[in-house]
Every structure is written in C-alpha cells, then in structure tokens.
C-alpha cells in the first residue's frame, strides 16, 4: 500500500520535531519537503503537488486552519493531516469538518508515529484516486467544451483545432459565420490562448455604431477634433494595445474607415481624429462577418485588400444545423444553468420537447437555441419542460413549414419516411395528429416513427444511419439520429 | 503568616502559573522532538545497514532536546518549591529568565543576561522568597511583553544589590500599577525609567 516516490509537505515551525519527522518520512520512502510557516507551505502547495500535507494547528503567518481554508478556496488538490496538541484538539475536530483528512495529537511518541506512518499511505491513496477524478472530469469536460465554447462535432472540432493553431501567432483572424453562431466566442477563445491574454480584449459591433462614432470609437480623438470634443479621448487601438480587437460586422463598415483600417494593420500605427501624432500599437485583429463574402467583395461592400489582410486564417463556424450532434448538449447544458440561475428545479424537457428541439433547424443558432430555453425555463410549470413551453409562439399558430426534405441518394425508405414524419411533424409545431392528416397516414404511426427515431433505432432493430433533414438540411449527413437522440435517462 | 506574606505567596502562585503557561509548549516541543528523534535512531538502528553517519545527527538532536527539557523542568521545578532563606538573587532570576527566554525565543523575541557574572555576584537578600520571585518575575513579564528584546544585567557599585533590566529598543516597559508598593513592603525597591527597570533588594 506503500506510494514510494509521493510528495508529502511538513507544515511545522518546530525544526526539533520537523527534521525527524522528515527522515521518519524518507525512510518510508517518501519525497518530503518543509515548510516553517503555513504561508510559505500555502507558496509550495500552490507551486507543486503534494499527496499530504502534514500542517501545525499552530504556526506563524498562517495557521492550520487558516492553511486548510486557503487550500479549499483555491481548490489546492492535497489531504491534509493536521498535527496539534492536547490543548487544540477542538481545532483540529473543527479542521476535520472542514475537510482535513485526519489528525494526530502531540507528543508525536512511537505510538502515534505509527499511527502517521499508517495514515500517510491512505491519504496518499484517496488523493491519487482523486486525482485520477480531476483528471477525467476534465478530459470528459474538453470533449464537450472549447473555452466557452460547448460542441463535440466534428465540424466544431475542426474549429477548436485551427484556434489552437492560430491563436499563439499574431495573425488576423477572419470568423465567418451565422448570426448566433457565437464567433464573438471564437474570438475570445482565439485571445484567450494567444499570449495577449493577459492584455485586453475589445469587441466592437462595426454595424451597430454610426460611421463617425465607429471611428471615433477605434481611433479616438485629439481634444477639440470636433464640436463638443472637450477632451481628448485614445480608440479601440489604443487601449487594446497588448491584446486583440474584435470587430463583428466588419463587411458593414464604410470604405473609408476600412481604408484607414487597412493602414492600420500594415503600419501598425494609428492617428486620433483631429490628431498629427502616430501612434504605434502592438495590436491583433480578430474580424468577423456573418455576410456573404464573395457578394461583399464583388459589390464593394468590403475592399478586397482589406479582406486578404484581415483573412490570414479564416475560420468557419458552422451554423447549429450543421452541427446537429450538439444541439441535445447545449440545450441540456443551457437548461441547467437557466434553472439554476431562475432557481428552478427543472430536470429535463420533455418527450415531445426533445423532439422538437432535435428536429427543428434553429435558423437563429445557438443564440436562438438558448433564448428559447431560457424563455421555456422561466415559463415552464412543472419539473419538465414541455413542447409548448419551448416552441416560439409564432411557429405555434402558424408552424413553420419547410420547403423541403433532403433526402440522400442511397437513404433507406425507412430513413425518408422518417425525415420526412420528423420535419412534417416539426412543422406542425408538434401535432402528431396534424401531421398524420398531412401525410396521410394514422397518428399511431407517426408517433411510433418518432419514438424509433428517439430510441436510435427504426422501428425493425436497425440503427438509424441517417440525419434528419431539418436538422441537416445541407446534407452533411454521417451524423447518425442515435447521437441526436436524447439519453436514456432523459426519457 | 502574616497579611503581608499570604498576599505575596497568592501573588507569585499566579506569576508561576503564567510562568508555566508560557514554557509550556517549549517544554512539550522539546519532548516531541525527543521522541521523534529517538523514533529515527530507532527505526534505523534496526535495519541491517544502518550507519553511525544516519544515526549521529538525529542522537546529537534528541540530547540536546532532552538538555532543554532538563533545563526548563528544572528551573520550573525549582520555582516551584518554596525559596530558601537567606534568598540568591542570581539563582532565582535565571530560573525566570530560563523560563521565559525560551518562551520568548519562540515569538522571536530574546531575553538574555548580559553579565553572568556581575549577577552571580550579587549574593544573597533578606528579602522573602517569594516577594524576591514576584519583582523579577513581574518586572521581566511586562519587559518582555512590551520589547522584541530585554537585557538583564546588574550595575557594578550599586548602593545595595541591584538588577537592571533594560530594552535596548527603546520601547516603554509598563508595570502593574501595584507592583511597587507591593515589593516596597518587602523592601524591594523597583525605578521605573521608560524602557528600563532597577530592582534592588535589602541586603
């Protein structure tokens, strides 16, 4: 049971007993290092990682206890074994319900050395499976999560891959992508691992600000630049000097800011408004627009050289329909944090939710995907979120129909009748009645199409090897219904 | 007993208990590490391979251990036990400074004689015991309470036998407010200088 080689850390100002506790320690074979105050033992258990600590109750600077809050608020992964005299006993029972993983009383006679001798290894033992626990939560968390980002598609995938490629060079960044696709998040992420990320992080919207605000607002401006310009004021470039600027919209700035925008990012030197001074900034641009691009270039709308400065790495993000897979992730997640934010105790949606959730083509994306779980959260009633409480009023009343199914050359019959019972089913706002008198068919039928389709199977024991339409309508099949389904145990 | 004598016998049973208090863990600190060093010579000294290099430092640190624990028992011990008549005033002051220099060493504060000799010439006083202990253990309490560092000497041709105990920090030593009067009924004369104290006793 012995961990030979594991690091143990003796918290103590006493160096009469620290040193022979110390080559008590060795010759069991442990790693043992000495701290004589709890503060600098906090130092050495923020730098590196010790299976125990063995801690005074009293030492300067930091006590026992002090030293195992500081350990559970910084979530400092150890066992703490506290070491006190008769005196402190009560200290060290409260040290336990504060999470210390045991104690031992003074005087440390041969008795209760082999009582440490014995506790050390199980200590040691619970940390390491601990350990191994941190270790896959957060492998399990990286499959799932980006940063804020949240999608284990393969299209997201590829989107993670290229940020980690790009983000520790200085190269501008062009994200193109639907609204609601969170590219201000790519951004973020595309900052947060570059070394900018102790620098600052400046968004701007280039569509939502007038033209001379939006270059007010990047360049800034020299005291009376213009009427009622009583200060001088530094732009976006400034005061994003060090770290990255995010521009959304930029198709939608006027070409003459994108001139003076393309001299920027070639000089990397800006001018205030009404200013004679250069100024040199240490600046990274990460662009995105949710236009499309070659029209934008074509009609003018964005300089062509301007595009090939800002598009060194281009990133597309993919709309949520093309990433079906994740939608069941975000919403699930997007509905744990509104309960929980709305102090509602929600555990689920329900069938007929999960239904519509997996079939509808969110045109809004994940934003639209969670204001409507946001909103079915706050409206929901009872533990579950049911299909009313999440389908926007609009396509309630009116059902939004779509035009069509796409149906890949080689799919089953099965799969087609299913896509089609899906999106018809979809449009209906989720009226298996409705959509049985559409199709033609009895209202039995199509829910049983719709429960095979949840259980991944269809209906004869086979999986399900194809997407549903509405969820893919671009055809990026491979994604199979049993991965869109909803989990067992949301059922 | 008299009123007097019972008053300062009550006076120095307290001045003992916090005397006691302070050692206290300096006394069980030393013994801890006694114990743990004797578990290392132990536990090595049973392996077939062990050295007399793997075992020297940790014997060397278990006596000297066992020398402080002697050390203190002792001057506690000593105080403990009624005074004997005609009273030495070196002998009775390095049982109070060996009891609190320790306790002061352990919040980095130091108390030390400064001149062995000059105090172990001192002799005897007429003075009881018991108010002899009370003036220096009280007079060396506060100093030590109030400055990071305390000299004890005594003044060569002083008038009668003399102590002085003296913060060479400057810091302002404050005693109680009835300590004088007290040692005065005993004949113990306490000066209080800012940061430094007299006591002299009767001869």
């Given at each position: ?11 103590d100002d006493e160096q009469s007993i620290t040193s022979g506790l ?14 004589p105050d ?18 005074d109750l009293k030492m300067p600077k930091?006590d026992g ?18 070491i006190t005299g008769q005196a402190t006993v009560d200290s060290a ?11 031992i009383e003074k005087p440390l006679n041969?008795?209760k ?379 | ?7 300062i016998d009550a006076r120095w049973l307290d001045a003992l208990q916090r005397l006691a208090s302070r050692s206290a863990h300096e006394i069980r600190g030393a013994l801890n590490g006694v114990s743990v060093n004797v ?21 060397d640190a278990a006596s000297a251990q066992l020398d402080d624990v002697i050390e203190l028992t002792e001057a506690l011990l000593g105080l403990s036990r009624p005074a004997r008549?005609?009273v030495e005033i070196a002998t009775e002051t390095k049982r109070v400074v060996t009891l609190l220099a320790a306790a002061a060493r352990a919040d980095c504060r130091r108390l030390h004689v400064d001149d062995v000799?000059?105090l172990n010439?001192l ?6 015991g018991s108010a002899v202990r009370v003036a220096v253990c009280e007079c060396l309490l506060a100093a030590v309470d109030a400055s990071a560092k305390i000299k004890c000497t005594a ?8 102590i002085l105990i003296a913060a060479p920090d400057?810091e302002?030593i404050s005693l109680p407010?009835?300590l004088?009067?007290?040692a ?6 306490i ?6 104290i007299?006591i002299?006793?009767?001869?």
């Amino acid at each position: 049971m012995k961990q030979a080689n594991a690091k143990v850390l003796i918290a103590d100002d006493e160096q009469s007993i620290t040193s022979g506790l110390s080559a008590i320690l060795s010759d069991e074979g442990y790693s043992v290092e000495i701290a004589p105050d709890g503060q600098k033992a906090l130092e050495r258990l923020s730098e590196d990682r010790y299976g125990v600590v063995l801690a005074d109750l009293k030492m300067p600077k930091l006590d026992g206890l002090a030293l195992l809050r500081e350990l559970q608020q910084r979530q400092i992964p150890t066992e703490c074994i506290i070491i006190t005299g008769q005196a402190t006993v009560d200290s060290a029972v409260q040290a336990m319900q504060q999470g210390a993983y045991d104690y031992i009383e003074k005087p440390l006679n041969a008795e209760k050395l082999n009582r440490l001798k014995a506790l050390i290894p199980k200590a040691i033992e619970k940390f390491n499976v601990q350990q191994k626990n941190r270790e896959l939560t957060s492998r399990l968390e990286g499959l799932t999560h980006y940063g804020e980002l949240t999608g284990q598609s393969d299209a997201m995938r590829e989107v993670y891959q290229v940020i980690d490629a790009v983000a520790p060079s200085n190269a501008s960044v062009l994200i193109l992508g639907e609204s609601g696709t969170g590219k201000e998040l790519v951004a973020r992420a595309v900052h947060s691992k570059s070394e900018r990320a102790k620098g600052p992080f400046f968004a701007l919207n280039c569509a939502a600000l007038p033209k001379e605000i939006l270059e007010n607002e990047l360049f800034g401006h020299e005291k009376g630049a213009f009427t009622g310009s009583t200060n001088e004021k530094p732009g976006a470039f400034e005061m994003s000097s060090g770290g990255t600027i995010f521009l959304d919209e930029v198709a939608e700035m006027s070409p003459d800011i994108q001139v003076k925008l393309l001299r920027a990012l070639e000089t990397r030197q800006v001018r205030r408004l009404g200013g004679r001074k250069e100024i040199t900034v240490d600046i990274r641009i990460v662009a995105a627009t949710n236009k499309d691009l070659q029209k934008a270039l074509a009609e003018g709308d964005l300089r062509e050289d301007l595009y090939y400065r800002l598009a060194v790495v281009q990133i597309d993000l993919p709309s949520l329909r093309e990433r079906s897979q994740d939608v069941q992730l975000l919403a699930t997640e997007f509905l744990e944090r509104f309960a929980s934010q709305n102090g509602k105790r929600i555990s689920d949606f329900d069938t007929a939710a999960w239904e519509w959730i997996l079939s509808y083509h969110w045109p809004g994306n994940v934003r639209e995907l969670k204001n409507a779980v946001e909103r079915a959260v706050i409206m929901a009633r009872g533990d579950k979120i049911g299909v009313n409480d999440i389908m926007p009023r609009h396509l309630r009343n009116a059902g939004e129909v779509p035009s069509s199914v796409t149906i890949q050359v080689g799919a089953t019959v099965s799969d087609a009748r299913r896509q089609l019972v899906l999106r018809t089913f979809a449009s209906t706002g989720g009226d298996a009645e409705r959509t049985a008198k559409l199709l033609g068919v009895a209202a039995d039928d199509v829910r049983g199409d719709l429960l095979a389709l949840i259980n991944g199977s269809n209906g004869d024991g086979a999986t399900n090897g194809t997407t549903p339409s509405g969820a893919d309508p671009g055809g990026k099949a491979g994604s199979g219904a049993a991965k869109k389904s909803p989990p067992a145990k949301k059922r | 007993m008299t009123g007097v004598t019972s008053s300062i016998d009550a006076r120095w049973l307290d001045a003992l208990q916090r005397l006691a208090s302070r050692s206290a863990h300096e006394i069980r600190g030393a013994l801890n590490g006694v114990s743990v060093n004797v578990e290392v010579v132990r536990s090595r000294a049973a392996k077939a391979t062990a050295s007399a290099a793997a075992l020297e430092p940790f014997a060397d640190a278990a006596s000297a251990q066992l020398d402080d624990v002697i050390e203190l028992t002792e001057a506690l011990l000593g105080l403990s036990r009624p005074a004997r008549e005609p009273v030495e005033i070196a002998t009775e002051t390095k049982r109070v400074v060996t009891l609190l220099a320790a306790a002061a060493r352990a919040d980095c504060r130091r108390l030390h004689v400064d001149d062995v000799p000059a105090l172990n010439s001192l002799g005897i006083t007429s003075a009881p015991g018991s108010a002899v202990r009370v003036a220096v253990c009280e007079c060396l309490l506060a100093a030590v309470d109030a400055s990071a560092k305390i000299k004890c000497t005594a003044p060569v041709g002083a008038s009668a036998p003399t102590i002085l105990i003296a913060a060479p920090d400057g810091e302002t030593i404050s005693l109680p407010s009835d300590l004088v009067a007290v040692a005065a009924e005993s004949g113990i004369d306490i000066q209080v200088d800012a940061s430094a104290i007299s006591i002299s006793f009767p001869r």
